[in-house]
C-alpha cells in the first residue's frame, strides 16, 4: 500500500499569519495534490505537482502557494492565514497516469482565528 | 470544467439491504470513473474504478458505467454497518493528466 504522510495533523493559526502544510510520499509517485475538504463541497483541488521542481493551479489555488522540492514532498503555504481556509487538508500521491489511484495522506486539520 | 454531481446526498438503509449511489458528470471525453470511501475521520481511499462501458463486480460491490447518458453508479449487495462511510465518485479531468474532479458525496449509513 502506498504510503503517504502530512505534518502537522492539526493545526492552530491566528489570521494573518503564515501556515505551512507538509506532506510526504515514499511511493516514488509522479504526481502530487493537495486537497481541501468542507462539509458539502467534497474534495476540491487546490495544487498539484508532475515532479520535483513544478508546482500547477488546480481549481480553488487563491490564497495558496505550493512547493515541490523533491520527488517526495510537496509543501502547501498560506502566506497570510484567513478564517475561510479553516479546513481539512488532503495531500495525495499518483504514478501520474489517467487511470491511476491516488493514495492519500491522513489529512490536516487547519483552524484559522 | 467537468462538473460531477452525486445524488443521493445522504442514504440510511438496512443491514443486508442493497444500495444504490449515482454520479453524473459534463465532460463527455471523460475516460476514467472511480469511487473511493472515506470512513469518519479517516483518509478517502479507492474502491474501485472503471474504464469502459459496462458493468465491473468485485465482491459486494459492482459499478455500472453508461458515457452517453454521463453516468455511472456503485451499488453495494448485502451492505454492512462497516459500509457506513462517505462515498465519492470522481472522474478525470484532462486527457492522462491523473487530475480527478470530485463529487460532494453520498453519506451512507447502514444500522444494524
Known amino acids: 500500500e502506498a504510503a503517504v504522510t502530512q505534518s502537522p495533523r492539526n493545526k492552530v493559526a491566528v489570521t494573518g499569519g503564515k501556515v505551512t502544510l507538509s506532506c510526504n510520499q515514499t511511493?516514488?509517485?509522479?504526481?502530487m495534490y493537495w486537497y481541501r475538504q468542507d462539509t458539502g463541497h467534497g474534495l476540491r483541488l487546490i495544487h498539484y505537482?508532475?515532479?520535483?521542481?513544478?508546482?500547477e493551479k488546480g481549481d480553488i489555488p487563491d490564497g495558496y502557494k505550493a512547493s515541490r522540492p523533491s520527488q517526495e514532498n510537496f509543501s502547501l503555504i498560506l502566506e497570510l492565514a484567513t478564517p475561510s481556509q479553516t479546513s481539512v487538508y488532503f495531500c495525495?500521491?499518483?504514478?501520474?497516469?489517467?487511470?491511476?489511484?491516488?493514495?492519500f495522506g491522513p489529512g490536516t486539520r487547519l483552524l484559522v482565528l | 470544467q467537468q462538473n460531477v454531481q452525486q445524488s443521493p446526498e445522504s442514504l440510511i438503509v438496512p443491514e443486508g439491504a442493497r444500495t444504490s449511489l449515482n454520479c453524473t458528470f459534463s465532460?463527455?471525453?471523460?475516460?476514467y470513473f472511480w469511487w473511493y470511501r472515506q470512513h469518519s475521520g479517516k483518509a478517502p481511499k479507492a474502491l474501485m474504478?472503471?474504464?469502459?462501458?459496462g458493468e465491473k463486480e468485485e465482491g459486494r460491490f459492482t459499478i455500472h458505467l453508461n458515457k452517453a447518458s454521463l453516468h455511472f453508479s456503485l451499488h453495494i449487495r448485502d451492505s454492512q454497518p462497516s459500509d457506513s462511510a462517505l462515498y465519492l465518485c470522481?472522474?478525470?479531468?484532462?486527457?492522462?493528466?491523473?487530475?480527478?474532479?470530485f463529487g460532494h458525496g453520498t453519506i451512507l449509513r447502514v444500522h444494524p
Open positions: 474504478s472503471i474504464f469502459s462501458n
Open positions: 505537482s508532475y515532479g520535483a521542481g513544478s508546482t
Open positions: 470522481a472522474v478525470n479531468t484532462g486527457a492522462n493528466t491523473g487530475k480527478l474532479t
Open positions: 465532460d463527455s471525453a471523460s475516460q
Open positions: 495525495a500521491s499518483g504514478p501520474g497516469q489517467g487511470g491511476d489511484t491516488q493514495y
Open positions: 511511493n516514488n509517485h509522479n504526481n
